[in-house]
């Protein structure tokens, strides 16, 4: 079945330290997005890549870091500098400008 | 940046009932998407209508779209309790897809 992954659903950080968020997909998407969710809030956009080795620094950048090097992989770096990391992460992909998003089901980050 | 902004911000109705939200935004579109999120899971896409449509239906599902008003609404009928979600629109924008705050359904028994 074609889809879209992210692991782990749960990841929890020490203070200080970055950690990578995994987003996979199987779709033939070119375009991925990350956004962060935090409780009752929308989605607001991180990073997205329209193709392999191009990204685009979203709303929220400041913080994050990503890596495009496949087409079906899309990972989230969560760095030190990020003061604030506790949300929900989404991902999600596209098949072309103005089609809907398929989205992975989250990964819920929690700092310790 | 938000481009659209749903209403109301919470709902709660009784199981039967039909559930209107509303979406507001601010630029021309080419399209508007809607999209359930039940709790702590992925958005999960609902319908898309087009810039020269004004309304579409999917099952229990009505959205309407009024281009003059910058406004589409999003009608579920005979609701269940598996409609209780939080539900967002959605529009492209240049090369980003844009989500507003969404609007929390609670269906009650």
């Known amino acids: 079945d074609g889809g879209i992954t992210q692991s782990p659903k749960y990841l929890f950080r020490k203070e200080g330290q970055n950690v990578t968020l995994s987003c996979e997909q199987n779709l033939n998407h070119d375009a991925m997005y990350w956004y962060r969710q935090d409780p009752g809030q929308g989605l607001r956009l991180i990073y997205y890549s329209q193709i392999v080795n191009d990204f685009q620094k979203g709303d929220i950048a400041e913080g994050y870091s990503v890596s495009r090097e496949k087409k079906e992989s899309f990972p989230l770096t969560v760095t030190s500098a990020q003061k604030n990391p506790t949300a929900f992460y989404l991902c999600?992909?596209?098949?072309?400008?103005?089609?809907?998003?398929?989205f992975g089901q989250g990964t819920r980050l929690t700092v310790v | 940046s938000q481009q659209g902004e749903e209403d109301p911000q919470a709902l709660s109705i009784q199981e039967g009932e039909n559930a209107t939200m509303n979406c507001s935004y601010k630029?021309?579109?080419?399209?508007l998407q809607w999209y359930r999120q039940n709790s702590g899971r992925g958005l999960v896409h609902l319908i898309l209508?087009?810039?020269?449509?004004r309304e579409k239906h999917s099952g229990r599902l009505r959205v309407t779209l009024d281009t003059s008003k910058k406004s589409s609404s999003l009608l579920i009928t005979a609701s269940r309790a598996a409609d209780t979600a939080s539900y967002f629109c959605?529009?492209?924008?240049?090369?980003?897809?844009?989500f507003g705050k969404g609007t929390r359904l609670h269906i009650l028994p």
């Open positions: 630029t021309s579109i080419n399209n």
């Open positions: 209508i087009r810039s020269n449509e």
């Open positions: 959605a529009t492209p924008r240049d090369d980003k897809i844009i």
């Open positions: 999600a992909s596209i098949q072309g400008w103005g089609t809907e998003a398929f």
